[in-house]
C-alpha cells in the first residue's frame, strides 16, 4: 500500500472525528447517561444516588450529564433511535411533553419492589416520582414581622412594592397563577381569575423575576420581601445566611412532582431501571430527606423528619392533605396562550 | 511576474478552506435548518408555509417587541458613546502610563464574564444597592427608587457591560489623529468645540461607526444582562426566542422569530456599513 | 516663480520679546532662561540639534506649552495668559497638519471661519491666499491629493490666511527632498518678505539656518549659545558648540601662550604656535584651551599662507591618511603628531593632484585672525 499525502489526511480525520465526536463508538457500550438538573439537584444525586446505583449494580459506570429539561427533550428527539441520554428528570409540563413525544418508555411497574410503595399520585406508570418539589411562600423575616399565612397576603397593602414573582416560563410561575386561580373560583381550564389577581397585584409588584433563581438574588438584594418560592431553594440560600424563611399557606403548597423516565430506545434499558429503583428506595429517599438536601420523599415506607417534618408534613398522611396537586395535561394545553397574555399584561 | 502572483492568491484561498469549511458546518448549516424548522406550520412539522412569519408580522405585540428591542440597542448606543468617546480621548491624549493605566479599566470588564459584571449592576441598582443607599444618605429622596428591573436599569447596565466594544474602536480611531491637527486648529483660532466638531469628531467617524455597530450588535442580542437586569416582565427578542423555544417548546414559532431578528440586525447593520464607508471616504478625503 | 507684484495685505509684523524664558518638565530643563529680542518682520532661524529645546521654545510662543518662567512678549502685549486660539500666530508643522477630510480651499478657509469671518469672506481669503502660493489652480482637491512641497504651500496659505503677527515653521522643509526643499526655502522667503511678517524657523540644519535667516539663534541643551546674523555665527562662533555644530571645524588642544584685545597666541599639542582671534574673557595664559580651524581655512603649503608665529616656520606636521575630490573641493584627511586627524579643504582649481595616503605634508592657516580658542569641552 502506497502511503501518501491523502491517505495520510483521511486517517487523520477519521482519528480526529472520533475524537471529537466520541459518541460514533458508544453504539456498543456505553455508561448510563442520567440528565439530571444543574445545582442542587446535581450535588445531591452525585452524593447519594450514583453511590446508591454503584452498589445495587456492582460498580456500573454511570455519568452525570446535567441540564434543562428542554435540552433533555431535543437532545433526545435529534437522535431518537439511538438517543444520547438513558434517563431523564422532568417537571410536570416538560414530563407530559416528552410522553407525548413518544420519547419515554414505560416504566416496568410489576418487576418495581418500591412503585407500590409510592404515595398514589407519585404513581406514574410512564415514569414514577421520587422527589417532589414544593412551593410555599418566601419571605424575608427581618422585614416581614408576622409571618405569612395565605397566598391573599401578598395582596395586603403593607406589602406595597415589597412581592416578587416570576414570569410564566417557570414551572414555578405557572404553578402559581393556577392557584391564584383557584383561589378565586378558577380552575387549571379557568385561569382568567388568576389574571384578574394578578392585575390587583400590580401595585405591590416589585419584580417580575425571569427564573426563579433571581428570586433568591432579589430576595439577598432586599428588592424584594416576600414572594412564591421553591421550598428546597429558600433550604440552600437560608444555609448561606441569607435571611429568609419559607412557609405552606394554609391553602396549602403547591407540589410539582419531579419524574424520571427511561429513555425510549436507550440501550441501556436494565441499568436505567436500576437507577430509578435506586432513586425510589427508602435508603436513598431518606438519606436525601436529611440536611442540606431536604427532599420531599414519595416512598411512603420513609418516615418524615427533621426540617421536613417541622416545616411541611409530619408524615405522608398529612402531607397529602397539606398538599396541592395541579392538572399539569390541562395547563399545558392552554401554556402558550397563558405565556402570550401575561407578555402582554404584566407590566409594571 | 504575473504567473507567480496568481499562484501566490491561489495558495491564499486554499489556507481560507478550513475557515469556510468551519463557517458552512458550525454556522451555515444550523441556519438552514433554522430557516427550514421556521417554515414549520406546527410544532409537529405536519405542514409547512409561511404561517410563522404571518403571525409573527400580523401582531402587534410581536412587533413592538422587536421595536423596543431594536430601539434599546439605540438608547444603549447613545450613552455608551457619549460616555465612552471622553474615555477613549483621555487614552488618547494621556501620557504613557496613564494610557496602561485607563486601556487595563477599558478591558478589565472583558476579563470577567458578563454574568459577574451583571450582578454588579444588580448590586449597584438594587434596592439597598449603592445608587438607592447614596441618595437617602445625602437626603434627595426618602423611599428608594426603582431601578433595577426598570428599562433605564437595562440601558445604564447594558452600557456599562458593552463599553469596551464602543472605546476600544475609538481609541484606535482617534489614536490616528494627527495631534497636531487640533493644534493646527487652536492655532487658527478655533476653541475647543469647534476643534472637536469640525476636525476630531469627522476624522474619528470611522471608529464612533465601528464602535456603534459592535455595540448595538451586542447590546440586542444580551440575552443575561437583559434578563437579570430587566427582569421576566420586560420582553425583549432574545428573551421571547427562548421564551417560545424552552418554555413552550414552540420551536417553529422560535426559528421564525430567530429569523426575523436575524434579518431586522442585518438590516441595521447594512446601514451602519454604508455610513461607515461614506465616513472613510469623507474622513481620508 | 513669478512673483506676484501686490501687497498680500498682510497686517505687518510685530517685534517679539522673549524675556528670561525658562521651562522644566518634571526634573529636567528643556529651557534655561532663554532671551530673545526680535525685530518686526525678521526671520530667525532657533537652530540646534533635537533635544536643545527649540521646538519647546516655539509651542511656548504658540501657546501650547506654558512655560515655568519669563514672558513672552508680542509688540507691546505680554501674551502669556492667552490661549493658542486667542494668539495672532500662525505655524506651519513638520507635517503640515493638513485637514485630510478638507479640500484645499476649505483647510484654508478654516481659519478665516474660525474667526467667524462671513462665507463670501471666507472664500475670497483662501483664493487670495492660494494665489499667493500659486496654487489656486488645486483648491478643489483634499490634501492627500498633492505632492508634499505643494501640502506644504497650503500649509502655509492656511497659516497666513488669519493674518497672524507671527509666523511660526516647524522644520517646515525636513519631509521635503533636496531639490524641491531649495524651491521651497526661497518661495517662504519670498511669501515672507513680501508679508513683512516676522517669522521663527525652527531648523536642526544648519545651511537652512544660515541661508534664510536674517539672524539665528544656536541653542544647545536649552540655553542660547549666539544669537547674531549667519556670517557672524559662522565667522566668529561665541562657542566651541557653535563652532563645531555650524560648519565643519578642527578641534586642536594646546596650550594659551598669550591672550589680548588684538589676539591670542596657542601653543598646539601637534607642535607649532597658532594665532587667533581674541577668545572671550577668563582665558588666562598658561591654561588649557582647544583651538578651532575650518577645513578651508588651512593650506599645504606656506606660499600665500600666514607663517606661525614663534620658533621655526614650518607649520604643523603631519602624514595624509586620505584624499576626496568632493565636486568643487578636495579633503585631505591628516593625521598630526598628537593623533588627531584634521581635514583641509581646498578649491579644486587650486590642487591638480590629489596626495597620496602616506605622504608627509605640513599643514598652514590662510589666515592669523581665522582660528577660534575656547575653553577646554571639558571645562564648559
Known amino acids: 500500500?502506497?502511503?501518501?499525502?491523502?491517505?495520510?489526511?483521511?486517517?487523520?480525520?477519521?482519528?480526529?472525528?472520533?475524537?471529537?465526536?466520541?459518541?460514533?463508538?458508544?453504539?456498543?457500550?456505553?455508561?448510563?447517561?442520567?440528565?439530571?438538573?444543574?445545582?442542587?439537584?446535581?450535588?445531591?444525586?452525585?452524593?447519594?444516588?450514583?453511590?446508591?446505583?454503584?452498589?445495587?449494580?456492582?460498580?456500573?459506570?454511570?455519568?452525570?450529564?446535567?441540564?434543562?429539561?428542554?435540552?433533555?427533550?431535543?437532545?433526545?428527539?435529534?437522535?431518537?433511535?439511538?438517543?444520547?441520554?438513558?434517563?431523564?428528570?422532568?417537571?410536570?409540563?416538560?414530563?407530559?411533553?416528552?410522553?407525548?413525544?413518544?420519547?419515554?418508555?414505560?416504566?416496568?411497574?410489576?418487576?418495581?419492589?418500591?412503585?407500590?410503595?409510592?404515595?398514589?399520585?407519585?404513581?406514574?406508570?410512564?415514569?414514577?416520582?421520587?422527589?417532589?418539589?414544593?412551593?410555599?411562600?418566601?419571605?424575608?423575616?427581618?422585614?416581614?414581622?408576622?409571618?405569612?399565612?395565605?397566598?391573599?397576603?401578598?395582596?395586603?397593602?403593607?406589602?406595597?412594592?415589597?412581592?416578587?414573582?416570576?414570569?410564566?416560563?417557570?414551572?414555578?410561575?405557572?404553578?402559581?397563577?393556577?392557584?391564584?386561580?383557584?383561589?378565586?373560583g378558577g380552575s387549571e381550564s379557568n385561569i382568567e381569575p388568576g389574571f384578574k389577581a394578578l392585575d390587583q397585584l400590580k401595585p405591590n409588584l416589585s419584580a417580575v423575576a425571569a427564573n426563579p433563581g433571581q428570586l433568591a438574588t432579589l430576595f439577598q438584594q432586599g428588592q424584594i420581601d416576600i414572594s412564591p418560592g421553591n421550598f428546597n431553594a429558600i433550604q440552600i440560600l437560608k444555609a448561606r445566611g441569607v435571611p429568609v424563611e419559607w412557609v405552606a399557606p394554609k391553602e396549602g403548597a403547591i407540589a410539582f412532582k419531579t419524574t424520571i423516565h427511561i429513555v425510549r430506545n436507550s440501550p441501556n434499558q436494565e441499568l436505567a431501571f436500576k437507577l430509578i429503583e435506586a432513586a425510589l428506595s427508602p435508603e436513598v429517599q431518606a438519606q436525601l430527606m436529611e440536611e442540606p438536601y431536604l427532599i420531599v420523599p414519595t416512598n411512603t415506607k420513609v418516615r418524615m423528619g427533621g426540617e421536613i417534618a417541622k416545616a411541611l408534613a409530619k408524615d405522608h398522611a398529612d402531607m397529602l392533605s397539606k398538599f396541592v396537586f395541579q392538572d399539569w395535561a390541562k395547563i399545558n394545553e392552554q401554556r402558550s396562550a397563558w405565556i402570550e397574555r401575561f407578555n402582554r399584561e404584566i407590566r409594571i | 511576474?504575473?504567473?507567480?502572483?496568481?499562484?501566490?492568491?491561489?495558495?491564499?484561498?486554499?489556507?481560507?478552506?478550513?475557515?469556510?469549511?468551519?463557517?458552512?458546518?458550525?454556522?451555515?448549516?444550523?441556519?438552514?435548518?433554522?430557516?427550514?424548522?421556521?417554515?414549520?406550520?406546527?410544532?409537529?412539522?405536519?405542514?409547512?408555509?409561511?404561517?410563522?412569519?404571518?403571525?409573527?408580522?400580523?401582531?402587534?405585540?410581536?412587533?413592538?417587541?422587536?421595536?423596543?428591542?431594536?430601539?434599546?440597542?439605540?438608547?444603549?448606543?447613545?450613552l455608551a458613546l457619549v460616555l465612552g468617546y471622553p474615555v477613549a480621548w483621555l487614552h488618547v491624549r494621556s501620557p504613557g502610563w496613564a494610557k496602561g493605566v485607563i486601556m487595563l479599566i477599558v478591558l478589565l470588564p472583558l476579563l470577567t464574564s458578563v454574568v459577574v459584571r451583571t450582578f454588579a449592576w444588580i448590586v449597584i441598582l438594587g434596592r439597598q444597592g449603592i445608587v438607592n443607599t447614596m441618595l437617602i444618605d445625602l437626603g434627595l429622596i426618602d423611599t428608594p427608587l426603582r431601578l433595577l428591573y426598570t428599562e433605564t436599569g437595562v440601558v445604564v447596565a447594558l452600557a456599562q457591560v458593552q463599553m469596551p466594544l464602543m472605546v476600544l474602536p475609538l481609541i484606535t480611531a482617534l489614536s490616528r489623529i494627527d495631534p497636531n491637527l487640533a493644534d493646527a486648529s487652536s492655532m487658527l483660532g478655533a476653541g475647543h468645540w469647534r476643534t472637536f466638531r469640525k476636525v476630531l469628531l469627522p476624522l474619528s467617524l470611522p471608529g464612533i461607526l465601528a464602535g456603534c455597530l459592535l455595540t448595538y450588535a451586542a447590546a440586542i442580542t444580551a440575552f443575561i444582562t437583559q434578563s437579570l437586569v430587566g427582569g421576566g416582565q420586560m420582553l425583549f427578542m432574545p428573551s421571547y426566542i427562548y421564551q417560545q423555544a424552552s418554555a413552550l417548546q414552540n420551536w417553529p414559532f422560535a426559528a421564525a422569530i430567530s429569523i426575523i431578528f436575524l434579518v431586522a440586525v442585518l438590516a441595521v447593520v447594512s446601514i451602519f456599513n454604508v455610513l461607515g464607508r461614506l465616513s472613510r471616504g469623507y474622513a481620508h478625503g | 516663480m513669478t512673483v506676484p507684484q501686490r501687497s498680500t495685505g498682510q497686517a505687518a509684523g510685530q517685534p517679539i520679546v522673549l524675556d528670561g524664558i525658562t521651562h522644566r518638565y518634571g526634573g529636567s530643563t528643556a529651557v534655561a532662561d532663554v532671551n530673545l529680542d526680535?525685530?518686526?518682520?525678521?526671520?530667525?532661524?532657533?537652530?540646534?540639534?533635537?533635544?536643545?529645546?527649540?521646538?519647546?521654545?516655539?509651542?511656548?510662543?504658540?501657546?501650547?506649552?506654558?512655560?515655568?518662567?519669563?514672558?513672552?512678549?508680542?509688540?507691546?502685549?505680554?501674551?502669556?495668559?492667552?490661549?493658542?486660539?486667542?494668539?495672532?500666530?500662525?505655524?506651519?508643522?513638520?507635517?503640515?497638519?493638513?485637514?485630510?477630510?478638507?479640500?484645499?480651499?476649505?483647510?484654508?478657509?478654516?481659519?478665516?471661519?474660525?474667526?467667524?469671518?462671513?462665507?463670501?469672506?471666507?472664500?475670497?481669503?483662501?483664493?487670495?491666499?492660494?494665489?499667493?502660493?500659486?496654487?489656486?489652480?488645486?483648491?478643489?482637491?483634499?490634501?492627500?491629493?498633492?505632492?508634499?512641497?505643494?501640502?506644504?504651500?497650503?500649509?502655509?496659505?492656511?497659516?497666513?490666511?488669519?493674518?497672524?503677527?507671527?509666523?511660526?515653521?516647524?522644520?517646515?522643509?525636513?519631509?521635503?527632498?533636496?531639490?524641491?526643499?531649495?524651491?521651497?526655502?526661497?518661495?517662504?522667503?519670498?511669501?515672507?518678505?513680501?508679508?513683512?511678517?516676522?517669522?521663527?524657523?525652527?531648523?536642526?540644519?544648519?545651511?537652512?539656518?544660515?541661508?534664510?535667516?536674517?539672524?539665528?539663534?544656536?541653542?544647545?541643551?536649552?540655553?542660547?549659545?549666539?544669537?547674531?546674523?549667519?556670517?557672524?555665527?559662522?565667522?566668529?562662533?561665541?562657542?566651541?558648540?557653535?563652532?563645531?555644530?555650524?560648519?565643519?571645524?578642527?578641534?586642536?588642544?594646546?596650550?594659551?601662550?598669550?591672550?589680548?584685545?588684538?589676539?591670542?597666541?596657542?601653543?598646539?599639542?601637534?607642535?607649532?604656535?597658532?594665532?587667533?582671534?581674541?577668545?572671550?574673557?577668563?582665558?588666562?595664559?598658561?591654561?588649557?584651551?582647544?583651538?578651532?580651524?575650518?577645513?578651508?581655512?588651512?593650506?599645504?603649503?606656506?606660499?600665500?599662507?600666514?607663517?606661525l608665529g614663534g620658533g621655526p616656520d614650518q607649520g604643523i606636521a603631519g602624514v595624509v591618511e586620505m584624499g576626496l575630490p568632493l565636486g568643487p573641493t578636495v579633503v585631505h584627511e591628516v593625521r598630526v603628531s598628537d593623533g588627531t586627524a584634521i581635514r583641509v579643504s581646498e578649491p579644486r582649481i587650486e590642487r591638480a593632484a590629489i596626495l597620496p595616503p602616506g605622504a608627509p605634508v605640513r599643514l598652514f592657516p590662510i589666515h592669523p585672525g581665522l582660528a577660534s580658542v575656547f575653553p577646554p569641552a571639558a571645562s564648559r
Not at chain 2, 486554499?14 to 475557515?19: E, G, Q, S, T, V
Not at chain 2, 458552512?24 to 438552514?32: E, G, K, Q, R, Y
Open chain 1, 1 to 184: 500500500m502506497q502511503l501518501n499525502r491523502r491517505h495520510l489526511l483521511q486517517t487523520a480525520l477519521t482519528l480526529g472525528a472520533m475524537h471529537a465526536f466520541p459518541g460514533i463508538t458508544w453504539a456498543q457500550a456505553r455508561p448510563l447517561v442520567f440528565a439530571t438538573f444543574t445545582g442542587s439537584w446535581e450535588e445531591a444525586h452525585k452524593a447519594v444516588l450514583v453511590p446508591a446505583f454503584r452498589k445495587a449494580t456492582s460498580n456500573a459506570d454511570i455519568v452525570l450529564d446535567p441540564m434543562l429539561s428542554v435540552d433533555q427533550i431535543s437532545k433526545i428527539n435529534a437522535a431518537k433511535s439511538n438517543p444520547p441520554i438513558d434517563v431523564m428528570l422532568h417537571d410536570p409540563g416538560p414530563a407530559l411533553q416528552a410522553i407525548a413525544q413518544g420519547l419515554v418508555e414505560p416504566y416496568p411497574v410489576e418487576r418495581s419492589a418500591h412503585f407500590k410503595d409510592l404515595i398514589p399520585a407519585a404513581q406514574e406508570a410512564t415514569g414514577p416520582s421520587p422527589f417532589f418539589q414544593t412551593v410555599g411562600l418566601t419571605y424575608n423575616p427581618d422585614t416581614v414581622t408576622t409571618p405569612p399565612t395565605s397566598w391573599a397576603d401578598l395582596w395586603k397593602p403593607e406589602f406595597k412594592n415589597r412581592v416578587g414573582i416570576t414570569n410564566l416560563n417557570s414551572t414555578l410561575g405557572t404553578g402559581f397563577l393556577v392557584e391564584i386561580a383557584k383561589m378565586h
Open chain 2, 1 to 78: 511576474m504575473a504567473g507567480s502572483r496568481r499562484s501566490i492568491t491561489s495558495y491564499e484561498v486554499r489556507l481560507a478552506f478550513p475557515l469556510a469549511l468551519f463557517f458552512v458546518v458550525f454556522f451555515l448549516t444550523p441556519l438552514v435548518i433554522l430557516f427550514i424548522l421556521s417554515l414549520r406550520s406546527d410544532p409537529q412539522g405536519t405542514s409547512h408555509g409561511v404561517g410563522q412569519y404571518v403571525q409573527f408580522l400580523g401582531d402587534a405585540f410581536s412587533l413592538g417587541v422587536l421595536g423596543s428591542t431594536l430601539w434599546l440597542g439605540v438608547k444603549v448606543t447613545v
Open chain 3, 38 to 307: 526680535i525685530k518686526a518682520g525678521e526671520l530667525i532661524a532657533l537652530l540646534g540639534p533635537s533635544g536643545c529645546g527649540k521646538t519647546t521654545l516655539l509651542r511656548i510662543i504658540a501657546g501650547f506649552v506654558a512655560q515655568t518662567e519669563g514672558r513672552v512678549i508680542v509688540g507691546d502685549d505680554v501674551i502669556d495668559g492667552l490661549p493658542p486660539n486667542r494668539r495672532s500666530v500662525g505655524i506651519v508643522f513638520q507635517n503640515y497638519a493638513l485637514f485630510p477630510h478638507m479640500t484645499v480651499a476649505e483647510n484654508v478657509a478654516y481659519g478665516p471661519a474660525a474667526r467667524g469671518a462671513d462665507a463670501a469672506t471666507q472664500r475670497a481669503e483662501a483664493a487670495r491666499m492660494l494665489e499667493l502660493v500659486q496654487l489656486g489652480h488645486l483648491a478643489d482637491r483634499y490634501p492627500r491629493q498633492l505632492s508634499g512641497g505643494q501640502q506644504q504651500r497650503v500649509a502655509l496659505a492656511r497659516a497666513l490666511a488669519v493674518k497672524p503677527s507671527i509666523l511660526l515653521l516647524d522644520e517646515p522643509f525636513a519631509a521635503l527632498d533636496k531639490n524641491l526643499r531649495l524651491d521651497m526655502q526661497i518661495e517662504v522667503k519670498r511669501i515672507q518678505r513680501l508679508s513683512g511678517i516676522t517669522t521663527l524657523l525652527v531648523t536642526h540644519d544648519q545651511e537652512e539656518a544660515l541661508s534664510m535667516a536674517d539672524r539665528v539663534a544656536v541653542l544647545s541643551q536649552g540655553r542660547l549659545e549666539q544669537f547674531a546674523g549667519p556670517t557672524e555665527i559662522y565667522d566668529r562662533p561665541g562657542s566651541l558648540f557653535v563652532n563645531t555644530f555650524v560648519g565643519t571645524a578642527n578641534v586642536l588642544p594646546g596650550t594659551l601662550i598669550e591672550s589680548g584685545p588684538s589676539g591670542a597666541s596657542v601653543k598646539l599639542d601637534a607642535g607649532g604656535v597658532i594665532q587667533a582671534r581674541p577668545p572671550a574673557a577668563g582665558l588666562s595664559a598658561g591654561g588649557r584651551v582647544v583651538v578651532c580651524l575650518r577645513p578651508e581655512h588651512l593650506r599645504f603649503s606656506a606660499e600665500g599662507a600666514q607663517s
